[in-house]
C-alpha cells in the first residue's frame, strides 16, 4: 500500500477534518489528477471530447470519495415515510385514464437500462440480446410493447437505450433489425471509468484503451451515472425542444417494466395541480427481497437507503420485512425539465457505492458507483407509488428464466401476464442448481419446459435432465447427489414429491 493512501485510511477513521487528513486528500487528488492526465494524453484526437467529459466526471466523483466518512447513514435520522408519499397503486388506478390517451403519451420517453453483460447466466454479449420466450430476447419484448402502444393509440413513443461500452457495439448492430418497426430507437453511452487500486488509490489503466489486457481497467459506473450521460449526449434537450416532458426509467431484464398508463396519467394530471418530479415505484417485500433498497423519509426528504449504506449493527433491522415493508423496483419516473435543471446547476446528490472486486490476476481494485433512484432526494415532490409485485419481475438467474418460459405467463404484444390458470396470483419459489446456472446448460437439461401452473416451490441440486411435458405441482424438490444422475421420465407428474438418489431412464 502506498504510504499515502495508507495515511489516507488511517486519518479517516479519525473524526473530524485535521490539516493532517486535508494534505493527505489533497496530495491522493493531486497524484489522481498527475495520472489521469497521463491517460488522457494518449487518447486519440476524435475520442478526445468523450474521453476528457468522462474522466472529469470521474475526478468529481472521486473529489467525494475522498470527502465522505464511508457509506453510513445516522441510523436515529430514518423514519418510516408519511402515509401519502408512498401511494398504493389503487389509489393511482381508481381515477381513470384521460379522454386522450395520446396526448399523455406523446410526453413520455421510454429508457431502458442496457449496460450489463450476459456473463452471471454463462452467456457472452449484452444480457439484453438473450432469448427469454419464443426466440424473443429482452430487447425484442421492449420493442414489441412500444410498438403495441404507438399503433393503438397513433402516438410516437421513442425508445432510449443506454449502452455501456460493454454492449454498445453489439447492440448497435442488432438494432438494425427493428428499422421497419414502429419506435424510434435512440442510443448513448454511460459513461467509462478507470478502476482504481485499492493500495494506492491511482488508476490501474496506463492508457485510454479498452481492449487487450486493458479491458479490466475500465468500469460503467452504475447506472446513476444516466443523468448526466443522458444530458451530455443532447437527447435530454431534444426531447424536451419536441415537447417530451418524462422518462419512465426501468432495468431491461425488468419484463414487468412496461408503461403504465394510469401512473402516467397521475403524472400529467396530478389531483392536486401539483406536479411530481420523480416517481419511484416501490413494491412489498418478501423474504426474498430483504436486501432490496427501501424508502425511508431522512430529514423531510424522501430518500433511498441501499443495504451498502447501513451501519452493521443495524443490517438485521433495515431486513426486516416488518419495519420496512417496501422495496424499489427501479422502474422510476422523472421529469426531464428537473433532471435538465438539476444538471445544469451540479444539484444531483447521490451516494457513492464502493464496489470492491478482485480482477483474474489477484489484483484489489475499487470501482465508485452510483445508483439512478438515489437521486430522489434531489427532486422536489417525489413519490412512492406501491405497485403490484407483477411490475417487478426481473430476470437475473436461470431460475428466473424458467419461471418466465413457462406456462405461468401468457405474452402479449410483447407483454408478459400471469396466466389466468394460475389460481392464486404468487409467483413459485424456484432454486435451480449450479448445473443449471448457464443458460446453455439450462437449455439442455430441460426437452420441455414443465407445466407449472400448479407449482409452489421447486428446488433441483445436481445432475438432472427433465422429459418432455413433466408437469410440477405443491412442492418438488430433486437432488441427486454427487456422482447420481436424475433423469425425470417424460410426462411424469410429480405433485409434492421429494426425489433424491439415481434415477435413469433408458431407452430401449
Same mark, same amino acid.
Given at each position: 500500500m502506498s504510504s499515502f493512501a495508507k495515511d489516507f485510511s488511517k486519518a479517516m477513521s479519525q473524526a473530524g477534518t485535521s490539516p493532517f487528513q486535508e494534505a493527505i486528500r489533497q496530495e491522493l487528488e493531486y497524484s489522481m489528477k498527475v495520472e489521469l492526465d497521463k491517460i488522457l494524453a494518449t487518447a486519440p484526437q476524435n475520442e478526445l471530447p468523450h474521453t476528457k467529459k468522462d474522466l472529469e466526471g470521474f475526478k468529481k466523483l472521486f473529489h467525494r470519495f475522498l470527502q465522505e466518512k464511508g457509506p453510513s447513514v445516522d441510523w436515529g435520522k430514518i423514519q418510516r415515510p408519511p402515509e401519502d408519499s408512498i401511494q398504493p397503486y389503487e389509489k393511482i388506478k381508481a381515477r381513470g385514464l384521460p379522454d386522450s390517451i395520446a396526448s399523455v403519451l406523446n410526453k413520455l420517453v421510454v429508457v431502458k437500462l442496457n449496460g450489463g453483460l450476459g456473463t452471471s447466466m454463462g452467456c457472452k454479449g449484452p444480457k439484453s440480446l438473450i432469448g427469454v420466450r419464443n426466440e424473443n430476447t429482452f430487447l425484442d419484448l421492449t420493442v414489441q410493447q412500444i410498438e403495441h402502444l404507438n399503433k393503438t393509440y397513433n402516438t410516437d413513443v421513442p425508445l432510449v437505450l443506454m449502452n455501456s461500452f460493454n454492449t454498445d457495439e453489439d447492440t448497435k448492430k442488432i438494432l438494425q433489425k427493428y428499422s421497419h418497426s414502429r419506435v424510434k430507437i435512440y442510443t448513448f453511452n454511460q459513461s467509462r471509468y478507470p478502476r482504481i487500486n485499492k493500495e494506492s488509490l491511482l488508476p490501474i489503466a496506463k492508457d485510454v484503451s479498452y481492449s487487450g489486457e486493458n479491458t479490466e481497467a475500465w468500469y460503467p459506473p !452504475?447506472?446513476?451515472?444516466?443523468?448526466?450521460?443522458?444530458?451530455?449526449? !443532447? $437527447?435530454?434537450?431534444?426531447?424536451?425542444?419536441?415537447?417530451?416532458?418524462?422518462?419512465? +426509467?426501468?432495468?431491461?431484464?425488468? $419484463?414487468?417494466?412496461?408503461?403504465?398508463?394510469?401512473?402516467?396519467?397521475?403524472?400529467?394530471? %396530478? %389531483?392536486?395541480? /401539483?406536479?411530481?418530479?420523480? +416517481?419511484?415505484?416501490?413494491? *412489498? =417485500?418478501?423474504?426474498?427481497?430483504?436486501? !432490496? !433498497?427501501?424508502?425511508?423519509?431522512?430529514? *423531510? =426528504? $424522501?430518500? $433511498?437507503?441501499?443495504?451498502?449504506?447501513? %451501519?452493521?449493527?443495524? +443490517?438485521?433491522?433495515? /431486513?426486516?420485512?416488518? =419495519?420496512f415493508k417496501i422495496f424499489n423496483t427501479n422502474n422510476l419516473w422523472v421529469s426531464l425539465s428537473a433532471i435538465k435543471r438539476l444538471q445544469e446547476q451540479n444539484a444531483i446528490d447521490m451516494e457513492i457505492i464502493v464496489n470492491p472486486k478482485t480482477l483474474d490476476g489477484g489484483l484489489n481494485v475499487i470501482q465508485l458507483e452510483t445508483a439512478v433512484g438515489a437521486a430522489i432526494k434531489s427532486f422536489d415532490n417525489s413519490l412512492g407509488i406501491n405497485v403490484p409485485r407483477s411490475r417487478f419481475l426481473p430476470v437475473k438467474t436461470t431460475s428466473d428464466l424458467l419461471l418466465v418460459m413457462s406456462n405461468l405467463y401468457s405474452l402479449h404484444a410483447g407483454s408478459l401476464t400471469m396466466s389466468e390458470k394460475r389460481e392464486f396470483p404468487t409467483v413459485p419459489l424456484v432454486k435451480l442448481g449450479s448445473s443449471f446456472t448457464k443458460v446453455q446448460d439450462y437449455l439442455r437439461r430441460f426437452e420441455s419446459i414443465p407445466d407449472m401452473l400448479e407449482l409452489d416451490h421447486l428446488t433441483v441440486s445436481g445432475d438432472v435432465t427433465f422429459g418432455k411435458n413433466v408437469a410440477l405441482k405443491g412442492t418438488v424438490i430433486i437432488i441427486a447427489n454427487h456422482g447420481d444422475r436424475i433423469d425425470i421420465p417424460p410426462g411424469a407428474v410429480l405433485e409434492n414429491k421429494i426425489v433424491s438418489g439415481n434415477l435413469r431412464i433408458l431407452d430401449h
Amino acid at each position: 500500500m502506498s504510504s499515502f493512501a495508507k495515511d489516507f485510511s488511517k486519518a479517516m477513521s479519525q473524526a473530524g477534518t485535521s490539516p493532517f487528513q486535508e494534505a493527505i486528500r489533497q496530495e491522493l487528488e493531486y497524484s489522481m489528477k498527475v495520472e489521469l492526465d497521463k491517460i488522457l494524453a494518449t487518447a486519440p484526437q476524435n475520442e478526445l471530447p468523450h474521453t476528457k467529459k468522462d474522466l472529469e466526471g470521474f475526478k468529481k466523483l472521486f473529489h467525494r470519495f475522498l470527502q465522505e466518512k464511508g457509506p453510513s447513514v445516522d441510523w436515529g435520522k430514518i423514519q418510516r415515510p408519511p402515509e401519502d408519499s408512498i401511494q398504493p397503486y389503487e389509489k393511482i388506478k381508481a381515477r381513470g385514464l384521460p379522454d386522450s390517451i395520446a396526448s399523455v403519451l406523446n410526453k413520455l420517453v421510454v429508457v431502458k437500462l442496457n449496460g450489463g453483460l450476459g456473463t452471471s447466466m454463462g452467456c457472452k454479449g449484452p444480457k439484453s440480446l438473450i432469448g427469454v420466450r419464443n426466440e424473443n430476447t429482452f430487447l425484442d419484448l421492449t420493442v414489441q410493447q412500444i410498438e403495441h402502444l404507438n399503433k393503438t393509440y397513433n402516438t410516437d413513443v421513442p425508445l432510449v437505450l443506454m449502452n455501456s461500452f460493454n454492449t454498445d457495439e453489439d447492440t448497435k448492430k442488432i438494432l438494425q433489425k427493428y428499422s421497419h418497426s414502429r419506435v424510434k430507437i435512440y442510443t448513448f453511452n454511460q459513461s467509462r471509468y478507470p478502476r482504481i487500486n485499492k493500495e494506492s488509490l491511482l488508476p490501474i489503466a496506463k492508457d485510454v484503451s479498452y481492449s487487450g489486457e486493458n479491458t479490466e481497467a475500465w468500469y460503467p459506473p !452504475g447506472h446513476g451515472d444516466i443523468y448526466a450521460s443522458f444530458y451530455n449526449s !443532447g $437527447l435530454l434537450d431534444n426531447f424536451i425542444d419536441e415537447g417530451k416532458e418524462y422518462i419512465f +426509467v426501468s432495468n431491461i431484464d425488468n $419484463l414487468g417494466a412496461t408503461v403504465d398508463l394510469y401512473i402516467l396519467n397521475h403524472l400529467m394530471n %396530478p %389531483p392536486n395541480g /401539483k406536479r411530481c418530479e420523480f +416517481v419511484m415505484e416501490v413494491t *412489498n =417485500k418478501t423474504r426474498a427481497d430483504v436486501k !432490496g !433498497g427501501t424508502l425511508t423519509q431522512y430529514e *423531510n =426528504k $424522501l430518500r $433511498l437507503v441501499e443495504i451498502a449504506q447501513v %451501519p452493521k449493527a443495524h +443490517v438485521d433491522e433495515f /431486513k426486516s420485512v416488518s =419495519k420496512f415493508k417496501i422495496f424499489n423496483t427501479n422502474n422510476l419516473w422523472v421529469s426531464l425539465s428537473a433532471i435538465k435543471r438539476l444538471q445544469e446547476q451540479n444539484a444531483i446528490d447521490m451516494e457513492i457505492i464502493v464496489n470492491p472486486k478482485t480482477l483474474d490476476g489477484g489484483l484489489n481494485v475499487i470501482q465508485l458507483e452510483t445508483a439512478v433512484g438515489a437521486a430522489i432526494k434531489s427532486f422536489d415532490n417525489s413519490l412512492g407509488i406501491n405497485v403490484p409485485r407483477s411490475r417487478f419481475l426481473p430476470v437475473k438467474t436461470t431460475s428466473d428464466l424458467l419461471l418466465v418460459m413457462s406456462n405461468l405467463y401468457s405474452l402479449h404484444a410483447g407483454s408478459l401476464t400471469m396466466s389466468e390458470k394460475r389460481e392464486f396470483p404468487t409467483v413459485p419459489l424456484v432454486k435451480l442448481g449450479s448445473s443449471f446456472t448457464k443458460v446453455q446448460d439450462y437449455l439442455r437439461r430441460f426437452e420441455s419446459i414443465p407445466d407449472m401452473l400448479e407449482l409452489d416451490h421447486l428446488t433441483v441440486s445436481g445432475d438432472v435432465t427433465f422429459g418432455k411435458n413433466v408437469a410440477l405441482k405443491g412442492t418438488v424438490i430433486i437432488i441427486a447427489n454427487h456422482g447420481d444422475r436424475i433423469d425425470i421420465p417424460p410426462g411424469a407428474v410429480l405433485e409434492n414429491k421429494i426425489v433424491s438418489g439415481n434415477l435413469r431412464i433408458l431407452d430401449h
